[in-house]
């Protein structure tokens, strides 16, 4: 199912355009489809330009216009939607769309008036999985029909006092959006953008900003863009990139890399890896783009393009967590390493300004569980559980990722202690033993963390007449448990790589 998502300010300057770009070439990384609509009617389509679209051959007024004198536009889309190198589909817009706010208001139909950009989302929208919205620095017409077309809503602003101003009115104007025209319509929340993290001024600004709109019961994304210290496009070599240890997305030599490999020798890397400046690895930690850089390497390149920021080490986690949580294909055991990753720094953000005497909100910036839960839309038992898998052992959560473990049941064994869970998986081995969640938890509550492989054996055998004793096998699968034996942290999986 679609969602439309509007990028939106009256305020211009708050990386409300970066923003809809950023999250189309995101999404588009990810694997989802994507239409980004231009509809910036103040005459300079930031969106457009910024994509390299400076002169259209038609644009999103020839659109508006056929809807207004109520044409169908199936046709005309084809020659106005523009795909760019990216991957993502553009309807652009040019100087001419300041121009249609007087033909909208020749409109005698209000409903129609403000629902012609509504009118044309609704015949495209099926074709992709995220519509963007990319919305005029302004309340006008324009902005009504944005509102009125849109699912949700996203406010950008920076952490200073101009940019806040209008936002109330602009939700305002929202609510009897809602109220008259898209009962469906939901402001997602705020994202503040453009944050200084090298200065204790424009943190604490941003930190205020989220803890008052948090106290009127507006949502304040836990991520933040901060200001870029370099260009887009700045190139780096290669061998001064590094992987982030704090990276649990496993890069798999398989058919999706090929593919990745043979673009980018064909077109090089089209979206710049998002990096920060490491002094411990002599270069570059990577934020965002391990495939990319993997690929890259692979390709035979020596150099390429990236964007450096400043990112404390909370904000490095998070932007990896985020990053890998809106995959389209993830493991459940990367999944669960995601969320612990983004726990724990919401956790240590918390930490430090509750030591600085600041409240904490409920449900609000620094909350952990709840607020993670919130913005993925699952229950925070559901985030409770994946944030159990991770106290696992390797083997277990391969096991979970494959199916032959049950989820919950993962949960009950990761209460266990390290060295019982390798007793356990010995005897399960060995005795082609499938546990179930009923079997998981009565090991919960009768192993201690000293148990011996005997009294795992034991217990597994409990039910029967007479103690089972442990089969005398040889071969790879008796060689495989000895090892783990001996040496039972050093388990490598052999189909992937960690980058």
């Known amino acids: 199912m679609s969602k439309v998502i509007a990028i939106a300010n009256q305020k211009g300057g708050v990386a409300k355009t970066t923003t809809a770009i950023s999250m189309g070439a995101g999404l588009t990384e990810r694997g989802f489809k994507v239409l980004l609509i231009d509809v910036d009617d103040s005459g300079n389509p930031s969106l457009s330009k910024g994509l390299g679209i400076t002169e259209p051959q038609k644009s999103l007024t020839d659109l508006m216009l056929f809807r207004i004198l109520q044409r169908d536009i ?41 629902g012609i950009l509504r009118e044309i989302v609704d015949r495209v929208k099926n074709d992709y999985d995220y519509v963007l919205l990319d919305a005029a620095p302004a309340l006008n017409l324009m902005s009504i029909n944005v509102l009125t077309a849109a699912d949700e809503v996203i406010i950008t602003t920076q952490p200073q006092g101009a940019s806040e101003e209008g936002i109330l009115e602009l939700l305002q104007v929202a609510m009897q959006v809602r109220a008259n025209m898209n009962p469906e319509l939901i402001v997602r929340g705020l994202l503040i953008t453009m944050l200084d993290v090298r200065t204790n001024y424009n943190k604490d600004k941003a930190t205020k900003m989220a803890n008052g709109y948090t106290e009127l019961g507006m949502k304040v994304f836990t991520t933040r863009i901060p200001r870029a210290v370099s260009a887009s496009g700045k190139k780096v070599a290669v061998n001064r990139l590094h992987p982030s240890k704090q990276n649990h997305f496993r890069v798999e030599d398989d058919e999706a890399m090929e593919e990745l490999i043979a673009s980018i020798q064909l077109k090089g890397i089209l979206e710049p890896l998002l990096v920060r400046p490491s002094k411990e690895l002599d270069g570059y930690e990577i934020l965002s783009g391990h495939r990319r850089r993997y690929a890259a390497i692979r390709a035979g390149l020596q150099v390429i393009p990236v964007i450096i920021m400043e990112a404390s080490d909370e904000d490095r986690d998070i932007i990896l ?72 052992i390797q083997p277990f959560l391969e096991m979970v990722d494959g199916g032959t473990l049950p989820l919950k049941a993962g949960v009950q064994i990761s209460y266990l202690a390290e060295p019982t869970q390798y007793h356990v998986l010995n005897v399960v081995e060995m005795e082609n033993i499938r546990i179930n969640e ?62």
């Open 74 to 114: 199936i046709e005309e889309l084809q020659s106005v939607i523009v795909r760019h190198q990216e991957g993502m589909d553009i309807i652009p817009a040019d100087h001419t769309l300041p121009g249609i706010t007087d033909a909208l208001n020749g409109v005698q139909d209000e409903g129609r008036k403000r």
């Open 321 to 392: 967590s985020d990053s890998n949580l809106q995959r389209p294909y993830i493991r459940i055991s990367e999944k669960a390493w995601a969320i612990r990753l983004k726990y724990d720094a919401i956790k240590r953000k918390q930490g430090r300004h509750e030591n600085r005497g600041e409240k904490r909100t409920p449900g609000g910036l620094f909350s952990s569980a709840e607020s993670i839960a919130e913005k993925m839309g699952i229950s925070k038992s559901t985030i409770k559980n994946y944030l159990r898998l991770t106290y696992l």
């Open 438 to 499: 009923t079997l998981a938890q009565k090991l919960r509550t009768s192993l201690s963390d000293t148990a011996t492989l005997d009294d795992v054996v034991l217990l597994l055998n409990s039910g029967k007449n007479s103690r089972t004793q442990l089969p005398k096998k040889s071969g790879s699968k008796w060689i495989g448990i000895f090892n783990r034996l001996i040496f039972p942290k050093i388990i490598v999986s052999r189909k992937c790589k960690i980058y």
